[in-house]
């Protein structure tokens, strides 16, 4: 399974099959932190994802105190 | 479905909408930020945040224009802009444009070379002295803008760790106007940033999702990630730090001095001194002179004249006396 990683810009080929959850364990990713996308739609940590399966994960932190995104 | 873990909830797209949606309504009503016949400006960036905001003020039927400043950070502000126009045409709203270097003779890659702020810091500066100028100038009676939960807890961190109780002291969801300076409120300070990035994507809203390039190594940010390491153990943390120092914490800090301010003698924004921030880090990048005689002249007197500043009150405003 693709997995499209944003800021930057990365691709990583994992195994599917799992949860989204398990996914985001398996790459050190903290769940609230990010969204998870699969043909524009989102997903929860509970999603089943398959091999076949391209996942956009787009980060929601953003700026700081001076630069509110 | 979208959980949010710190209200230990999941919410199908309606209610999601209709949780985001209650939770400015709620942070509006707590600090009475702005009434359905105030004029609101929108401090728009293209982000998640400020696009969110925009949106659920006009869906609540407020009379909110956006404002956006051109920072001239190459294909990042070219994509912010295009995006912000793009909103604001689909939506018929009003939308104030000011580039900096346009307006002002500088960007904001430059400043950061040139200046003796670092470059999130005149970036900082600029977008709040904008706000404030044009708001007034274009007749509006309040300032908005897209601060969410986890920018104001990770200020607070921030602010606390180094016990900066004049900057704690004005860490509020709202600034009142005074002396040339606008009303400042931050209606998202209940939303936290996965909140508002799940809304505009839900909502379908096209919004800048790469991260400013300059912006690499930010304090804040590593206070937010300081943030999300307790969240992730304990959800929930980071509502109780800001919310509880709202109503706890805040009142501790409440300033009880009178700072008076003065029109800057070059631009005519208030200010503490005779010329504003702004003014003289302005003149620190062009190279120009704010005054003949007594003023500093050299680059080395000019950036210490500006490195000595402390968050000055014609930038953040004054503490609420007494709040809440």
Known sequence: MKVHLRNPDREFEVIGDRKVHDVLVELDIDPDTVLVIRDRELLTREDRVGEQDLLEIRPVISGGAGCPS | MIEIRRHNAAFCRDCFA??????????????????????????????????????????LGYDAGGLYLGLGIGGYSERSGELVRAFAAERGADLVEVDLADEFGFDIPTAGRKGSRSTCSVCG??????????????????????????????????????WQTDYIARQFPVLPSEDGLLKKVKPLYRLSELETAAYVFLRGIDYVVEECPLVTGNTQLRYKQAMNTLEAASPGTKTQFFLGFLERGAPMFARRDHIELHPCERCGQPTTGRFCAFCRARAQVLGERLEDGAGPCTDREIAASVSEEVLPAEIYGRALEGHP
Request: glycine share 6%; hydrophobic share 45%.
């Open chain 2, 125 to 162: 500066l600029s977008k709040r002295y904008v706000f404030n100028r044009a708001a007034l100038e274009h007749g509006y009676d309040v300032v908005a803008t897209g601060h969410n939960l986890d920018d104001e807890a990770a200020t607070l961190l921030g602010n606390t760790l180094r």
């Open chain 2, 18 to 59: 209709h949780h985001v949606r209650e939770q400015i309504r709620r942070a509006i009503d707590a600090f009475e930020m702005f009434t359905p016949q105030d004029r609101i400006l929108v401090a728009v960036s293209g982000g998640k945040d400020s696009l969110a905001l925009w949106d659920v003020l006009l869906d």
